[in-house]
């Protein structure tokens, strides 16, 4: 499993349309998107070392088709 950076998300973000809503791609066997809780984002010290936490929000609906093809969550 490959780890995400904050400098590796702000560099992928630099890309894209600032005024894009952020969601969260869940669950490959049933695919969901959720939003993310915005005003929680927790910065943290761990064992593993520091982690930025972006919380669940709510459910929003089904993952569509072509991002679950994206992410390679089709033929699960």
Known sequence: MTTLTVADL????EDCNPE????????????????????SIIESETDD????YLPEGRQLNYLPGNVQEELGWTDR
Do not use: K, N, T
């Not at 702000?10 to 973000?13: C, G, N, Q, T």
């Not at 894009?20 to 005003?39: C, H, K, N, T």
């Open 20 to 39: 894009a809503e952020v969601r969260l791609a869940m669950q490959p066997r049933w695919p969901f998107e959720y939003s993310i809780d915005g005003y």
């Open 10 to 13: 702000m560099e992928f973000l």
């Open 49 to 52: 070392g520091p982690v930025v």
